[in-house]
């Protein structure tokens, strides 16, 4: 009759496991903006403020080498304000900052349209220039900005500080914004692993664990009992109690966490890939540097960018009339800053017997405060102009022939 027949189930006997406090830390993109980066962000830093304590100098070379201090609009430009709101530091920040970032900087020389005095040097960032050629083969760079705005000025009037250039005819890199998938994907590498570092540390933290749920249960009963089980931890927590009472239901089965970290030589290896990018070393990105520590990192990195300064701003800034007179734009560096006390007082002895360096220059180098008639330059008698070394050595030997005369009379 079908009374009695058996009930076909509609729910299968189930042993429901539910994982508990499970965060789950996908990774993030790293995207193409490698200042997302910190070391990156580090070692920019670490380049910029070197190039920072150039001394921009307009000076003059004379037929025998001599240099003199230009004075004038450019020399007060580039020694005391480059513009209104920058100072000397803060403008080869700047610059040098944007040429790491993009591996251009262009440097715009503002002038007063009525006298065609100097105003002042301005670092451009746009987001993209575009070469423009006329018929007449001059060459134009169209410059636009996050405003909107755009403008078109020749190739000339732009000094344009370039890095990585031999791809592009033009500009540094690939393109005027420059090219970072060289970088990136160590980037994305380093990034990687410290998302993986992250997420192996959080889930160390977290509470893992299986709720088997025994018996034929509908969806939402088995969310009942992991409601009321995850109640019953909030309340044991807050109870400051190390007791969880469940009833025969439910077993909870502790899963064990054993989140993998990455080795220290594995993350040392991306870093250094990125540091090398840059030209910095481990020491000078610590700053833990020695003397020759950071007499290498000028040698590779700062000096290369101080002399592509100075023959942009000379070229830039100046006329071909002056280029010829012996004018040029230069950026002094003050290595022996950085040298030991030991290296500083063996090159003020060498230097000041030579002429070379005054009283009060040496002092500077040491720290100490300019005394009073301490321009003065003082050289040793122990050196004599090799052109006359001869003439000493003849009126020696004479002198000694009269005295060898006198002594047989």
């Known amino acids: ?42 070692c920019i830093d670490r380049v910029a403020s070197a190039c920072g304590k150039l001394k921009m100098r307009h000076v003059k070379k004379d037929e025998k080498g001599q240099q003199t201090e230009k004075t004038g609009d450019l020399e007060f430009a580039l020694k005391f304000k480059p513009n209104e709101i920058m100072t000397p530091y803060q403008f080869l920040y700047k610059a040098v900052t944007l040429l790491l970032l993009n591996d251009n900087c262009f440097i715009y020389p503002l002038y007063d349209k009525s006298d065609y005095h100097l105003v002042g040097l301005y670092p451009l960032n ?9 018929s007449d083969g001059s060459l134009y760079l169209k410059f636009y900005f996050q405003t909107g705005n755009s403008y078109l000025t020749p190739y000339e009037n732009v000094i344009h500080i370039k890095r990585f250039y031999g791809k592009d005819e033009i500009f540094g890199g690939n393109s005027s914004s420059g090219s970072h998938e060289a970088i990136l994907k160590t980037l994305k590498i380093n990034d990687a692993l410290l998302q993986g570092i992250e997420g192996a540390v959080y889930s160390s933290f977290q509470i893992k664990g299986l709720l088997k749920i025994n018996g034929m249960l509908k969806e939402t009963d088995k969310q009942k009992q992991v409601d009321e089980f995850n109640r019953l931890i909030k309340t044991a927590l807050k109870a400051d109690s190390s007791v969880i009472p469940i009833d025969g239901k439910a077993d909870y089965v502790p899963l064990s966490v054993d989140p993998k970290l990455v080795d ?4 040392s290896f ?32 700062i000096e290369p960018i101080a002399i592509q300064l100075s023959e942009a701003f000379s070229l830039g800034l100046l006329t071909e009339g002056q280029l010829q007179r012996g004018e040029e734009v230069i950026f002094f560096s003050e290595r022996l800053q950085y040298a030991s006390w030991n290296t500083k007082v063996g090159a003020i002895e060498k230097l000041m017997g030579l002429g070379i360096m005054s009283l009060n220059e040496s002092r500077s180098l040491l720290g100490l405060e300019p005394v009073e008639g301490g321009d003065k330059r003082l050289q040793s008698l122990n ?27």
């Open 1 to 42: 009759m079908g009374l009695f027949k058996r009930k076909k189930k509609t729910q299968e006997p189930v042993q429901a496991f539910q994982l508990l406090n499970d965060i789950k830390l996908p990774l993030v993109p790293f995207g193409n903006n490698i200042t997302n980066s910190d070391v990156v962000t580090i």
């Open 126 to 134: 746009p987001t993209i220039v575009e070469p423009v050629e006329f």
């Open 264 to 267: 220290e030589k594995t993350l």
């Open 270 to 301: 991306i870093q250094s890939k990125i540091l090398d990018y840059f030209g910095v070393s481990p020491e000078i990105f610590a700053n833990s540097y020695d003397e020759n520590q950071f007499n290498a990192f000028y040698e590779a990195t």
């Open 383 to 409: 050196y004599v102009d090799a052109s006359k070394a001869n003439k000493y050595q003849v009126n020696e030997d004479e002198n000694s022939s009269k005295e060898d005369t006198e002594d047989e009379q």
